[in-house]
């Protein structure tokens, strides 16, 4: 039984109920890494500052060495009975070298320790999200780049409106990656602080060396206020922030491709690795990884929401209730990145069905907006050549007559501005190379742009 580290000041053993309610070790101890770390150059420092000897530092070093090479290795058993991590590295520290053990825990306390192990963590774990992203955008640009040639059908309101490149739909995925890599890398900048030394609230009188251990554990700063430092979550809700927004972007990904797949669009074809049947309807192939996916963002989106509500009502300084900071944390991290990896291997695997899509893509009513500029540039007003080509696709569409079929005649009737050269612009290439504002879907600024990328994530 792990000895508890304040359990001298009470008369009685505390229940087994509030034993079991107390207890974080079920999801603290992957913080053991980080505990163990921090604990280390803790220990160096309290050696340094003559706190404890240079022997009990160097032994204390040692001890904590050798329980990491286990955490590392997979072999470190933890003790479910052990109230939390910190008791836990503690007790067993205490056993392999004894008394020297008992002054670690010198100048800090669970509070100021345990926001240091967090910390650590998010930094670690912001880089690994990161990575992964990038590593998405890499997947997204090979596909965008293999497609390169593919026109569709872009919709607004879920209705047909232009024709895009696909290439161009596609930067548009990696274009909010991008901004989703900035805000973590912005946040991480906050995470960046060392906390201990706080010790549980006011500091120490003891003479401790915080830049050192900042220095030794590779933080860009101290904290500035010892209560602020044991009690702020915001490094927490700013980074559970920022992946609930990549979890929203990487959601509407999975619905574009959900729909895409479905017969009613047939642009793409998922292949069975990413994809299940039905117990029921031996036809079915159905998408139920992105189905997930898109639900799974929901619980991120609850994590956030967890320790928000969790931070409202509190006091200042700690309160235990900021134990439960951790599982929506780790879940959020662990979803996060679990749907980025799916997503990487799964853009590799859709084929895209050009002959489908080609079929798509002589619809005429995809072309209206070039009408209306091609009478812009003959001299009209928006206005009027926005109701011309209303009363063209009204009279004509509408009655499952081609524009392209009409005669000079009979385009002259709608407006003298018209030639027969405006049905050089009924076709998906024409109508694509006619967009020629920055950042828009024309063949040229997207080739650039593909490039851009290219040159940009090697």
């Known amino acids: 039984m792990v000895k508890k580290l304040w359990g001298t000041r009470f008369s009685k053993k505390t229940h087994a109920l509030t034993d079991k309610f107390t207890s974080s070790i079920t999801f603290d101890k992957r ?222 990904f999975a619905e574009d491709l959900i729909l895409w797949s479905t017969k009613e669009f047939n642009f793409i074809d998922i292949d069975f690795s990413f994809c299940t049947g039905s117990s029921i309807m031996p036809h079915k192939k159905n998408p139920d990884i992105l189905e997930l996916i898109r639900g799974s963002v929901g619980k991120i989106q609850g994590d956030l929401s967890s320790v928000l509500i969790l931070m409202k009502g509190l006091p200042s300084s700690y309160n235990r209730d900021l134990q439960l900071d951790k599982p929506p944390l780790f879940d959020a991290i662990d979803t996060i990145k679990d749907i980025l990896e799916i997503f990487m291997e799964l853009f590799g695997s859709i084929a895209v069905k050009k002959e489908e899509i080609a079929g798509r893509i002589k619809d005429e009513s995809l072309f209206s907006v070039d009408i209306v500029e091609y009478l812009i540039k003959k001299g009209s007003s928006y206005r009027q050549a926005h109701d011309i080509v209303g009363r063209m696709y009204r009279d004509s569409l509408g009655k499952g007559k081609a524009i392209s079929g009409l005669s000079l005649k009979e385009l002259k009737k709608y407006s003298p501005y018209f030639g027969l050269e405006v049905k050089k612009i009924l076709n998906a290439w024409a109508s694509v190379n006619l967009k020629r504002s920055y950042g828009g879907t024309n063949p040229k600024l997207v080739a650039g742009q593909l490039l851009a990328w290219e040159r940009r994530l090697k």
Not at 80 to 94: G, K, Y
Request: with cysteine; hydrophobic share 45%.
């Open 31 to 252: 913080l053991a890494k980080y505990d163990i770390l921090g604990s280390i150059a803790h220990a160096k420092m309290l050696g340094k500052q003559k706190i404890i000897s240079q022997k009990e530092s160097r032994q204390i070093v040692r001890g904590l060495n050798s329980i990491l090479k286990n955490v590392v290795s997979g072999k470190f058993k933890f003790d479910p009975a052990a109230e939390d991590i910190h008791s836990n590295i503690q007790e067993l520290l205490a056993r392999k070298i004894g008394s020297p053990a008992h002054k670690l825990h010198t100048a800090r306390s669970r509070n100021d320790q345990v926001a240091l192990d967090v910390r650590m963590y998010l930094k670690s774990e912001i880089n690994n999200v990161v990575w992964l992203a990038v590593m998405l955008q890499k997947a997204i640009l090979r596909f965008a780049v293999n497609n390169s040639r593919v026109i569709i059908p872009g919709y607004t309101h879920l209705q047909t409106a232009q024709c895009v490149l696909l290439a161009h739909h596609l930067l548009a995925y990696i274009e909010a990656l991008e901004r989703d890599i900035e805000r973590l890398f912005d946040a991480k900048s906050r995470v960046d602080s060392m906390p201990l030394g706080s010790c549980a609230f006011s500091g120490t009188g003891l003479n401790i060396d915080r830049d050192f251990v900042k220095k030794e554990l590779g933080f860009a700063s101290v904290t500035a206020n010892s209560i602020d430092s044991v009690s702020d979550r915001d490094f927490i809700i700013e980074v559970l922030a920022d992946i609930s927004i990549l979890s929203v972007h990487l959601s509407r």
